[in-house]
T-cell receptor, first 111, second 121 residues
Framework: GNSVTQMEGPVTLSEEAFLTINCTYT??????LFWYVQYPGEGLQLLLK?????DKGSNKGFEATYRKETTSFHLEKGSVQVSDSAVYFC??????????FGSGTRLSIRP | GAVVSQHPSWVICKSGTSVKIECRSL??????MFWYRQFPKQSLMLMAT?????????EQGVEKDKFLINHASLTLSTLTVTSAHPEDSSFYIC?????????????????FGPGTRLTVT
């Protein structure tokens, strides 16, 4: 079946620290992979995506590489800011009509 | 960017009553909208896929008579929780899909509403 597993939070870091949020997946076929972010009181926003193996998605300093050999799509950022505090969801779409989400990782950044 | 709104943002109702939640795409037409349910500290679970002008497709285990979905226009879908009970209390999130015909289906992007928190007492 199709599933997404991401590291449990909460994750608390100091400003300017390096961030990694792990995400692994199981899937049939060749899904696209996504990271969504949910800021407090807001809806989910697409942060970045990758549509095929070895693609790297990037946005706002965040990056994630579609690794088929390790079935992973880890989210990284070199220097986090307080404004990055949010809940991050890893997701995949096994078909045009579905997105399967991980459980979400809450990130808190201390000034 | 594409904006999706939901109304209300939160609602409290008594057990046995029905509640309607609206999902609107504000600046684009959405032929397909999705309804999700999110339990505390858990994933978003897809409840149903709503296509404009046709019946919704429900996921396995979702009661279609309890969660009525109507997608009467290209910018509005509604979810009605009928005869609500405390176990229906949850965070309900909708999304709308804007198809990109120039790219493979796998990159179709969904735009999410801010969610509606339902509490049934």
């Amino acid at each position: 079946g199709n599933s997404v597993t991401q590291m449990e939070g909460p994750v608390t870091l100091s400003e300017e620290a390096f961030l990694t949020i792990n995400c692994t997946y199981t899937a049939t076929g060749y899904p696209s992979l996504f990271w969504y972010v949910q800021y407090p009181g807001e809806g989910l926003q697409l942060l970045l995506k990758a549509t095929k193996a070895d693609d790297k998605g990037s946005n706002k300093g965040f990056e994630a590489t579609y690794r088929k050999e390790t079935t992973s799509f880890h989210l990284e950022k070199g220097s986090v800011q307080v404004s990055d505090s949010a809940v991050y969801f890893c997701a995949l779409n096994p078909s045009a009509s579905k997105i399967i989400f991980g459980s979400g990782t809450r990130l808190s950044i201390r000034p | 960017g594409a904006v999706v709104s939901q109304h209300p943002s939160w609602v409290i109702c008594k057990s046995g009553t029905s509640v309607k939640i609206e999902c609107r795409s504000l600046d684009f037409q959405a032929t397909t909208m999705f309804w999700y349910r999110q339990f505390p500290k858990q994933s978003l679970m897809l409840m149903a896929t709503s296509n404009e002008g046709s019946k919704a497709t429900y996921e396995q285990g979702v009661e279609k008579d309890k969660f009525l979905i109507n997608h009467a226009s290209l910018t509005l879908s509604t979810l009605t929780v009928t005869s609500a009970h405390p176990e229906d209390s949850s965070f309900y999130i909708c999304s709308a899909r804007m198809p990109r015909t120039s790219e493979p289906w796998s990159s179709y992007e969904q735009y999410f509403g801010p969610g509606t928190r339902l509490t049934v007492t």
